[in-house]
């Protein structure tokens, strides 16, 4: 049918019929087809009808913008000029909207003036928002030019009222219909990341405020057209939401395989609309900000004095910046020869509570620059330091995860991507139930001793639903080559995977198995292996429970999995932990020792890689052995180590740890004990591994000198530190919650010493603050052993009171609530 040809009502519904039904265009063609035929019998209704005045017939919303699905509304709006009377322009109306209803379509339709609409569209935000895409079908096209110009025009210049009202819509509709990448029936155009989401983008960028993220964008909007046009045709019915007895006939229609196909095509353009509009409101949100702010400056000094304010580059880690409320890569940063920034820049991110910024995430996406595998140190924690951020890891990951980048680090993660669950208990798709589950873990790191598997369990529990068969025993295999590959060494990595087999082991055996069988508690015992992995599995059975949903989890259900794992803690003999014993003295620290103790004064190196010592024992190691504990360590430590030996007194450990913090040194771990090498009196030996939160080293010899001036009080650390903090505080900044730090007195430390052990949230001056309150406490520290994993410090220090004794009971109980209040405060 050409566009000079004009059908009559039965005319243009036989073609309607045969363009929805035959053989032909579907999709974008379909719709664009649909409306151009409807556009030419509108049009012939027009002609045929009375002319009173100048009048023009306009296509508002869905319609205006040519995207007719089978069973949409039509959207039309009867303009005139106002010079006929009330009854003519009724006759030529009724001469219009008749054959519309006539033929069973729904019509939305208005008769107005130019007065009128803009009236109209004031007072009416969802109908101004409509005429924004108004588009000439007939009459008088001056007319509809004239509505367009004045419409957006009225609409660019109520830009900073209107924009907040239309983003306040969307979050109304968001808490109504849910998100869209995460409902088992999805409403296509009312939820969160759906097609009114995609309308308001372009409404944004109408305003000239701001634009949205084009890349996808439009291939989303598309997609979800797409899938409404085969929910019409498959129901017979003008509906959005996608109902679960729909979803297979859709499925088929579109030619996919089947109903998780269809959800999975939802989920991946709901992200993309759902990421588009975080970014343009944040923008819009930055942009407002900043017009508001210029004009208070140009009322305070004037128009000529007010300039606009330089801006502020806070950094956050190396080749990462703070700039505007966004993180931001550091101009000297170079993406294409750091494989470890995508990570780096993340977890500053969301440890920060800030958004990645779109340009910084494009760049990151783009590099070239790719992690060896296994991953090296710092990228491993810099990922846990990721997941351990709580809630704020979230949207961080959905950037990631938009650019395409969380697929190049860990290739298996596109099995769960957008993975639906039919289960009704789960209220996430997989991949975004296991970031939750890393999220709620990060609120039980203080429960164990191994925070960084427990982080790493919870991301990869349940990475074994992509692949067929019990996802339990898929994953194991999964998790051990993803564990390997992450950087993990050969024991963690085990440890792991029996976290992943046996994630569901708790809650099956404390729901469904009598307690009081000693059998049933053996086979958890012997399931588990050892106390450390109970605790991880405890942990992570609550973690993923909590991120399940609110029927996965109740206090009924923890009081039988705690009375489990109690029974299970029991059966193990040693009833706590297993420490490491402390690694052999190397070389570089004898002699550093006994350089110490000859002058009576600090001695210090800073060495580049790890000195490895030999075997306990002496003697030569046999290679395949060597191997082996080289493999089970996992690839080279972040950092370099710095040995500091000098003569035992007061104040070492708050003093080195705060000249630490002064130099932005960030301690990965540490080792402090006692020697004497030259028999001449005790040296305290500190080996430490250390790295630089951004920029380079400081010199040897001016820690040195910061130590000895610590040491006889002429650096005041703690005042230091403090103006430096207040110096980067940022009011606008809002820092994750962190779980509360956790002080104990483990019950089986030492014979020779008090056992306290610290679980934290890291954060720079931490150790030094520890080191204070154990000074302020008058006790000794015989030994401490510091580690870092992520952003959790898991700490023990052996301590005793005056008499070079163990504290007694009551007393090291005081120190440890102490000790908790000062490092809450």
């Known amino acids: 049918m050409t566009a000079e040809t004009t059908p009559t009502s039965g005319g243009y519904a036989a073609a309607r019929l045969r363009l929805l039904t035959a053989d032909g265009p579907t999709g974008r063609p379909r719709r664009a087809e649909l409306a151009r035929l409807t556009d030419t019998w509108l049009a012939g209704l027009l002609a045929e009808g009375p002319r009173p005045g100048r009048v023009a017939l306009v296509a508002v919303g869905g319609y205006g913008r040519g995207e007719l699905s089978p069973r949409s509304d039509l959207d039309l709006l009867l303009l005139h000029d106002g010079t006929a009377s009330r009854q003519e322009i009724a006759a030529l109306a009724d001469h219009l909207w008749y054959p519309v209803w006539d033929l069973g379509i729904a019509l939305d339709h208005s008769v107005r003036t130019l007065p009128e609409a803009h009236e109209t569209a004031a007072a009416d935000h969802k109908v101004h928002l409509g005429l924004l895409d108004a588009r000439h079908i007939a009459g008088d096209g001056a007319l509809t030019a004239e509505l367009r110009t004045a419409l957006l025009a009225q609409w660019r210049a109520q830009a900073p009222a209107r924009l907040p009202e239309l983003h306040e819509m969307g979050r109304e509709r968001a808490r109504r219909f849910g998100e869209l990448p995460f409902l088992l029936e999805p409403d296509l155009k009312e939820a969160r990341g759906g097609l009114r989401d995609a309308t308001a983008l372009r409404a944004v960028a109408a305003s000239w405020v701001a634009d949205a993220p084009r890349e996808g964008l439009e291939a989303a909007r598309s997609t979800l057209l797409d899938i409404r046009d085969a929910l019409h045709l498959a129901t017979g019915r003008a509906t959005d939401r996608l109902a679960l007895e729909d979803q297979d006939q859709v499925a088929k229609a579109l030619g996919l395989l089947d109903a998780d196909a269809l959800l999975r095509r939802v989920y991946e353009a709901g992200r993309t609309i759902g990421y588009a509009s975080d970014v343009t409101w944040r923008e819009v949100g930055r942009v407002l900000r900043a017009r508001s702010a210029r004009r208070r400056l140009r009322t305070l000094l004037g128009s000529r004095t007010a300039r606009r304010p330089e801006e502020e580059r806070t950094p956050l880690a ?97 099995r769960v991507r957008c993975r639906p669950q039919r289960n009704p208990v789960h209220r996430w798709t997989v991949d975004r139930h296991l970031v939750e589950t890393a999220v709620r873990a990060s609120a039980l790191t203080r429960r164990v001793s191994r925070p960084d598997l427990l982080l790493a369990a919870a991301l990869l529990h349940d990475i074994g639903k992509g692949w067929p068969g019990d996802h339990s025993v898929a994953g194991e295999t999964i998790a051990r080559d993803m564990a390997a590959r992450i950087g993990f060494g050969q024991s963690d990595t085990e440890t792991l995977a029996t976290l992943v087999r046996h994630h569901l082991l708790l809650p099956e055996t404390a729901t469904r198995r009598d307690l009081d069988d000693p059998a049933t508690v053996a086979h958890v015992a012997k399931t588990v292996g050892d106390p450390v992995t109970l605790e991880l599995l405890h942990a992570l059975t609550e973690a993923d429970a909590l991120a399940t949903g609110p029927a996965a989890w109740s206090g009924w259900r923890a009081s039988l999995i705690a009375d ?262």
């Open 318 to 414: 190396e080749g990462v910046v703070e700039q505007e409320g966004e993180v931001v890569l550091a101009r000297a940063a170079r993406p294409d020869r750091d494989p470890v920034l995508p990570l780096r820049a993340a977890a500053a991110a969301a440890q920060a509570g800030l958004p990645l910024a779109l340009p910084a995430v494009h760049a990151l996406a783009a590099a070239d620059a790719r992690l060896p595998v296994p991953w090296p140190a710092e990228a491993r924690e810099q990922f846990l330091t990721l997941l351990g951020a709580g809630p704020d890891t979230v949207p961080v990951w959905e950037a990631l995860e938009a650019a395409g980048i969380v697929t190049k680090l860990l290739p298996d993660w596109e």
């Open 564 to 825: 489990l794992v109690a029974r299970v803690a029991a059966t193990f003999e040693d009833g706590g932990t297993a420490r490491a014993v402390p690694p052999v003295p190397t070389v570089a620290a004898e002699r550093l020792a006994v350089e110490a103790s000859r002058t009576g004064s600090p001695v210090l190196a800073l060495l580049p890689r790890p000195e490895r010592g030999p075997a306990a024992g002496g003697g030569a190691e046999d290679p395949a052995t060597q191997d082996e504990r080289d493999a089970d360590a996992g690839p080279e430590p972040v950092g370099v180590e710095l040995i500091v030996a000098l003569p035992d007194q007061p104040g070492v450990l708050p003093a080195m740890a705060g000249v630490l913090a002064l130099h932005r040194l960030t301690v990965r771990s540490a080792e402090l004990r006692s020697t004497d090498p030259a028999g001449q009196g005790p040296v305290l030996l500190l080996d430490w591994r250390v790295a630089a939160e951004y920029g380079s080293l400081p010199q040897a010899e001016r820690l040195r000198a910061d130590l000895v001036r610590a040491l006889d009080g002429s650096l005041d650390i703690a005042g230091r530190l403090a103006e430096r903090e207040a110096a980067y505080r940022r009011p606008r900044r809002r820092l994750p919650q962190a779980p509360p730090p956790r002080v104990t007195v483990a019950p089986l430390g030492s014979r020779l010493a008090t056992v306290i052990e610290v679980r934290a949230q890291d954060a720079p001056g931490l150790l030094h603050r520890i080191g204070q309150a154990l000074e302020t406490a008058g006790v000794s520290v015989r030994s401490a052993h510091v580690s870092t994993l992520g952003a959790n410090a898991v700490d023990a220090f052996y301590v005793t009171g005056p008499d070079g004794a163990p504290l007694p009971p009551d007393d090291a109980a005081r120190l440890a609530a102490g000790m908790e209040r000062a490092l809450a405060a």
